[in-house]
């Protein structure tokens, strides 16, 4: 299952990489929410493997509804995002990727996620560690909030949260520096090899955080609801970090 996931979101990201900065058609799905051809192209692909692949597996994928489902056997569900960090992408700016992630029994077992423009390749198996490009991976070592590289997003709908704004003045003031990349699925991947030592965000769906979890969490990491209870990808939000850092984070956000 690891290895089609990583040929499938390579294949997808190539898609997306030949369609880099000759995007024709942008459509709104709300005020500042994008979907580009190149979303619906890489999505079609990684559900045409995925059918031939497993035809009864389950599919849950961004740009198809909230939940298809093919097929009968909805112990293993796909959670895709064909393009994390689409309005990057329309922009030329770039940072995207595909992630994937296969779910057994409500448990993350296999996340990939792969930016085709650094050709970086992250890749989980449940049990089985973490991976960047094939080396393992882990997060950072440090403990200290005010020597880390914060990473977060702002939520498309962040006029209506304004708890967001206290939060990122904090962590302003209280760490190394904050990001904000635009593409929560390759935030989470950092965190998972270090180069973030934390990440947290409102308002995220299943697809943009189910491969990001596992890589966290076999790279060492910690991943929790602000108030440090037990996450899950279904209901938003998200506080991940290397662990050693995590107390701070939840301080900061609770
Ligand atoms: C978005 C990105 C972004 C995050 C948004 C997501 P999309 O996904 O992950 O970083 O801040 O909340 O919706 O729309 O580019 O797939
Ligand atoms: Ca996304
Ligand atoms: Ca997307």
């Given amino acids: ?10 294949e997808a990201g190539n898609v997306l990489l030949e369609k880099f900065g000759r995007i024709t058609s942008i459509t709104k799905k709300g005020d500042i929410n994008l979907v580009t051809e190149a979303d619906l192209a890489s ?14 597996h389950a599919i849950l994928a961004e740009e198809s509804g909230e939940a298809i489902v093919i097929g009968g056997d909805t112990k293993w569900k796909w959670i895709i995002d064909p393009l994390d960090g689409t309005t990057n992408y329309a922009h030329g700016y770039p940072c995207f990727c595909v992630t994937i992630a296969l ?46 590289l914060i990473v977060t997003g702002f939520p498309y709908n962040f006029r209506d949260k304004p708890n967001f704004e206290r939060a990122f003045t904090e962590f302003l003031l209280r760490s190394r520096g904050v990001r904000r990349d635009g593409s929560a699925a390759i935030d989470m991947a950092y965190v998972a090899c270090g180069r973030f030592e934390g990440f947290w965000e409102e308002g995220l769906h299943p697809w943009d955080v189910a491969a990001g979890k596992l890589l966290i969490e076999e790279a060492g990491g910690t ?15 998200i506080c991940a970090s290397n662990g050693g850092v995590h107390e701070q984070m939840l301080e900061v956000l609770r």
């Fill in 223 to 237: 991943i929790s609801y602000y108030d440090g209870s037990e996450f899950s990808i279904y209901s938003p939000p």
């Fill in 43 to 56: 999505e079609a692909l990684i559900i045409e493997r995925i059918k031939s692949y497993q035809p009864r």
């Fill in 1 to 10: 299952m690891l290895n089609f996931a990583i040929q499938t979101a390579r």
């Fill in 103 to 148: 779910e057994h029994d409500g448990e993350i077992v296999v996340g990939v996620t792969f930016d085709p423009t650094r050709n970086e390749m992250f890749a989980a198996e449940k049990g089985g560690g973490a991976t960047l490009n094939s080396k393992p991976i882990s997060v950072s070592a440090e403990t200290k909030l005010s020597d880390s």
